[in-house]
Nanobody, 122 residues
């Protein structure tokens, strides 16, 4: 119904920046909120950020602390997560998600990407 493909992950040094992308295809008209979750080794999946279709409503997890910016380009059906001042604690598989309604910390979005690995070395 909706396909999500993440890209942009990689290996970076602490303090570096990285931008993740998530391209949506299929029935993209059904999407309202898009967002990012991440899962570090040995930890549960955690919410990172979300943005609604208009781009005017964004919400971030507390650990972001102003370092990350989420945005989306509906003409390209693509969402972005720009990450600054990365630390080793940011190392995780980052998953793109989408839903017809909203996404928050406790959400289980309807659509998921396959994930992209972000590794931050000290």
């Amino acid at each position: 119904q909706v396909q999500l493909v993440e890209s942009g992950g990689g290996l970076v040094q602490a303090g570096d920046s990285l931008e993740l992308s998530c391209a949506a295809s299929g029935r993209t008209f059904s999407i309202n909120a898009m967002g990012w979750f991440r899962q570090a080794p040995g930890k549960d999946r955690e919410f990172v950020a979300t943005v609604t279709r208009s781009g005017g409503n964004t919400y971030y997890a507390n650990f972001v602390k102003g370092r990350f910016t989420i945005s989306r380009d509906n003409a390209k059906s693509t969402m972005y997560l720009h990450m600054n001042s990365l630390t080793p604690d940011d190392t995780a598989v980052y998953y793109c998600a989408a839903d017809s309604s909203f996404i928050r910390e406790g959400s289980t979005p309807a659509y998921w990407g396959q994930g992209t690995q972000v590794t931050v070395s000290s």
